[in-house]
T-cell receptor, first 112, second 112 residues
């Protein structure tokens, strides 16, 4: 199946720092989504992107749909302790209907 | 209740047991999904239902049997599972023509 490569795998940062993570694929994607998962819970949708080059913000979070359509980026500004969790990218390729492919996740730890 | 709920939240079962996982969505969506989340692996899509009809079955072993009696409820019937089936099972829902999936909290399954 389709593979989405997320990097970095884990990050340890100081509170107040900015965070950047990305997701790349070998195929073109039509849609990119970013999710956050807290321990013991299901993923929560953060941002959805539908067009190449699109830049969308949700509070301190900003995500971009890469112009090649093979990557996406998520930035978190001025991190706070509650940003701790695992961030997943997910994407949908042409002709796969409702099937989504998920990345392996980026684990974020924020040190107060 | 709001969003997507799943019961039970935790389940321990022997390999000869039969059990069922339940998912209910209160979002008025028409598509529902089962995913398996194992440690250090991407979310694996298992089944997709659109308007109560199964549209995806990602080569899931027959010991997992889904049921979708209506667009609000989704079940996963389990029988003669293996220890490697231990994982977090996540349910999600979405509007029929949307890619934005909303997840439940998951059922943590342990097969002994």
């Amino acid at each position: 199946g389709q593979q989405l490569n997320q990097s970095p795998q884990s990050m340890f940062i100081q509170e107040g720092e900015d965070v950047s993570m990305n997701c790349t694929s070998s195929s073109i994607f039509n849609t990119w989504l970013w999710y956050k998962q807290d321990p013991g819970e299901g993923p929560v949708l953060l941002i959805a992107l539908y067009k190449a080059g699109e830049l969308t913000s949700n509070g301190r979070l900003t995500a971009q749909f890469g112009i090649t359509r093979k990557d996406s980026f998520l930035n978190i500004s001025a991190s706070i302790p509650s940003d701790v969790g695992i961030y997943f990218c997910a994407g949908q390729t042409p002709n796969t209907g409702n099937q989504f492919y998920f990345g392996t996740g980026t684990s974020l730890t924020v040190i107060p | 209740e709001t969003g997507v709920t799943q019961t039970p939240r935790h389940l321990v079962m022997g390999m000869t047991n039969k059990k069922s996982l339940k998912c209910e969505q209160h979002l008025g969506h028409n598509a529902m999904y089962w995913y398996k989340q194992s440690a250090k692996k991407p979310l694996e899509l298992m089944f997709v239902y659109n308007f109560k009809e199964q549209t995806e079955n990602n080569s899931v072993p027959s010991r997992f049997s889904p049921e979708c009696p209506n667009s609000s409820h989704l079940f996963l019937h389990l029988h003669t599972l293996q220890p490697e089936d231990s994982a977090l099972y996540l349910c999600a829902s979405a509007e029929a023509r949307s890619y934005e999936q909303y997840f439940g909290p998951g059922t943590r399954l342990t097969v002994t």
